[in-house]
């Protein structure tokens, strides 16, 4: 039996925490909808999606506070950001971080993944970062991870060949987990060479409040980089 078949709901929890502050709330119903993505209505060629030039598209899978999503917007401008968050709090930081920042190469998702990946062209995305997901810790909830063998079928159909998929967790079982999904994949090999290539975050890495949390309760990071074949 698949990840999948054995899989039951979404792979996030609640979509709601406290009310927006009304300031947030604001930003948020004016510039959502311009940053949205429709499924439904997807150009052939992701570019078209933003209002500049972009070379290249990659996304981001549940992108939490924003932190690394608006860092590597910011450092590349030429560079498309697809940023996806169900949850409400995320999304608005999200969408306040592009507003604030002027950004015109960030556009936001803000359903399941897996729909969007569903959607997306074959071959359109130069990577794929998947950072400090919900670990969802115990054993009758593993089947809401995202990593899964369908999953990664789901991400190879989008990625370019020798795109990296990269992956980071605190939590050493989800480390486990995927590693082992990764390595029966036919699409994807792991890249690192020697310990510090999963010990030490990648270049330019910012931080998250996730990760700052796990170092503050004594849990160091994993970062692994895959590659599509």
Do not use: C
């Not at 997901?133 to 909830?141: I, M, S, V």
């Not at 089947?143 to 989008?158: C, H, I, P, T």
């Amino acid at each position: 039996m698949s990840d999948d078949e054995r899989r039951g709901g979404s792979f996030y929890g609640r979509r709601k925490g406290k009310a927006l502050r009304a300031g947030r709330a604001a930003t948020v119903a004016g510039t959502l909808p311009r940053l949205k993505l429709d499924v439904e209505a997807l150009p052939d060629a992701l570019a078209e999606l933003f209002a500049i030039a972009v070379r290249e598209v990659r996304l981001e899978i549940g992108f939490g506070g924003a932190e690394h999503l608006l860092h590597r917007a910011q450092e590349n401008p030429d560079i498309g950001y697809i940023g996806v968050e169900p949850f409400i709090d995320g999304l608005a930081k999200g969408v306040a971080g592009v507003d604030a920042l002027g950004l015109r190469n960030v556009r936001l998702y803000d359903d399941d993944a897996t729909k969007l990946l569903d959607r997306l062209p074959a071959g359109s995305l130069a990577s794929v970062d998947l950072l400090y997901p919900d670990p969802w810790p115990k054993t009758r909830h593993w089947k809401r991870r995202f990593v899964s063998d369908e999953n990664l079928a789901r991400l190879a159909r989008v990625m370019t060949p020798g795109a990296p998929f990269r992956f980071a967790s605190d939590i050493d079982t989800y480390v486990a987990w995927t590693l082992e999904r990764v390595r029966r994949s036919p699409d994807f090999e792991w890249t690192a060479e020697r310990p510090g290539d999963w010990r030490a975050p990648w270049a330019g890495w910012p931080g998250t409040r996730y990760e700052a949390k796990a170092i503050r309760e004594g849990r160091r990071g994993t970062y692994l980089t895959f590659r599509r074949l």
